[in-house]
Antibody, heavy 121, light 108 residues
Framework: EVQLLESGGGLVQPGGSLRLSCAAS????????MSWVRQTPGKGLEWVSV????????FYADSVRGRFTISRDNSENTLSLQMNSLTADDTAIYYC??????????????WGQGSLVTVSS | DIQMTQSPSTLSASVGDRVTITCRVS??????LAWYQQKPGKAPKLLIY???SLESGVPSRFSGSGSGTEFTLTISSLQPDDFATYYC??????????FGLGTKVEIK
C-alpha cells in the first residue's frame, strides 16, 4: 500500500523558513516523480513543485520560484521542500503527491494526508 | 499559465441522480486531464486520468470524456459516498499543472 507521510509543518513568522519532509513507502520511490501541492480555502489547489524520479529535473510554480527548493533522497525514500522567505500567502496545507510515472508531466495517483503551514507574526 | 474553468461551482442532487461536471481549459491540452474527489479534511483522491481512464478501484459509475479544451466528469447514479468536492487538473507538457476551483456536490 502506498503511504506518504508529511512532517515539518507549523507556525512560522513572515520572512522565516521551514522544511517539509515526506516519507514514502509501499512503492519503488526512485521510479516516480514527486510533487508538492498546496491548498488554501481562497485559492483552492495549487501545484507548487515537481522533481523527476532521479532528481535530474525540477520545476516550480512562479509564486515560489527562487524561494522554495524541492529535493529527494532515493536512498531514504524521502521528499523534501525547503521554504524560505515565507509570506502570509504561503499559508496552506501542503500535500506530498506521487506522480504516475518518472516524468514531471504526470497526474497525481496518491497523496499524503497534508501538513499545515501557517505564516503569521 | 493554462486556466481551468469548472462548472457548476455547486451542484445539489439526490441519490440516484445522474450528475455531470464540466471543465473548460484555456488552451488545448489533448487529453492530459485528471479528475479528483476530495472529502472534508482529506486529501484529494484520483478518479480519472487521461480524460477518460478510470483509476483502479474507482467505481464504474464514474466516467470522464472530452479532449482539447472541454471535458466532463459524469456520475451515472449518485451514491451517498459521492457527496464531495470534485476538481479537474491539467498536466500538459511542462507547463505548471493547474486545477479547477472545484465543484461541490451537495445533497438536495
Amino acid at each position: 500500500e502506498v503511504q506518504l507521510l508529511e512532517s515539518g509543518g507549523g507556525l512560522v513568522q513572515p520572512g522565516g523558513s521551514l522544511r517539509l519532509s515526506c516519507a514514502a513507502s509501499g512503492f519503488t520511490f526512485s521510479s516516480f516523480a514527486m510533487s508538492w501541492v498546496r491548498q488554501t480555502p481562497g485559492k483552492g489547489l495549487e501545484w507548487v513543485s515537481v522533481i523527476t524520479s532521479r532528481g535530474g529535473k525540477t520545476f516550480y510554480a512562479d509564486s515560489v520560484r527562487g524561494r522554495f527548493t524541492i529535493s529527494r533522497d532515493n536512498s531514504e525514500n524521502t521528499l523534501s521542500l525547503q521554504m524560505n522567505s515565507l509570506t502570509a500567502d504561503d499559508t496552506a496545507i501542503y500535500y506530498c503527491a506521487k506522480g504516475a510515472d518518472w516524468t514531471a508531466q504526470s497526474y497525481f495517483d496518491h497523496w499524503g494526508q497534508g501538513s499545515l503551514v501557517t505564516v503569521s507574526s | 499559465d493554462i486556466q481551468m474553468t469548472q462548472s457548476p461551482s455547486t451542484l445539489s442532487a439526490s441519490v440516484g441522480d445522474r450528475v455531470t461536471i464540466t471543465c473548460r481549459v484555456s488552451e488545448s491540452i489533448n487529453r492530459w486531464l485528471a479528475w479528483y474527489q476530495q472529502k472534508p479534511g482529506k486529501a484529494p483522491k484520483l478518479l480519472i486520468y487521461k480524460a477518460s481512464s478510470l483509476e483502479s478501484g474507482v467505481p464504474s459509475r464514474f466516467s470522464g470524456s472530452g479532449s482539447g479544451t472541454e471535458f466532463t466528469l459524469t456520475i451515472s447514479s449518485l451514491q451517498p459516498d459521492d457527496f464531495a468536492t470534485y476538481y479537474c487538473q491539467q498536466y500538459d507538457s511542462y507547463s505548471p499543472r493547474t486545477f479547477g476551483l472545484g465543484t461541490k456536490v451537495e445533497i438536495k
